[in-house]
């Protein structure tokens, strides 16, 4: 069983940056992704960025390249997501979670509880 919990959401400003933190814990396989998700109030839930635990490769969603980072820490089972020149429209619940990677929820099979970010105008 993995578990994955996050950290770091909170109310900022637009323009302003944030880190949020996942760390992994529980049986995993050796190769496996961590993505991030996000899900605003009355939208489905929406990829946003994943990282493949061997390699490092990464993939983003268009509505973030080039503002959020997705990063790994090996030693401390840890993925961050940097967000910087954060929108009102960034505003949602984060989710990280384990799987086969892609923008795809279904193949996803382990889940944080979520993380609230809040950007104001």
């Known amino acids: 069983q993995v578990q994955l919990v996050e950290s770091g959401g909170g109310l900022v400003q637009a323009g302003d940056s944030l880190r949020l933190s996942c760390t992994v814990s529980?049986?995993?396989?050796?190769?496996?992704?961590t993505g991030w998700f996000r899900q605003s109030p009355g939208k489905e839930r929406e990829f946003v960025a994943a990282?493949?635990?061997?390699?490092?490769?990464?993939d983003y969603a268009d509505s973030v390249k080039g503002r959020f980072t997705i990063s790994k820490d090996n030693a401390k089972n840890a993925v961050y997501l940097q967000m910087n020149s954060l929108k009102p429209e960034d505003t949602a619940v984060y989710y990280c979670?384990?799987?086969?990677?892609?923008?795809?929820?279904?193949?996803?099979?382990?889940w944080g509880q979520g993380a609230q970010v809040t950007v104001s105008s």
């Open positions: 979670a384990v799987g086969l990677g892609g923008a795809a929820r279904t193949s996803y099979h382990s």
């Open positions: 990282i493949r635990w061997r390699g490092g490769n990464t």
């Open positions: 529980g049986r995993t396989f050796t190769d496996y992704f």
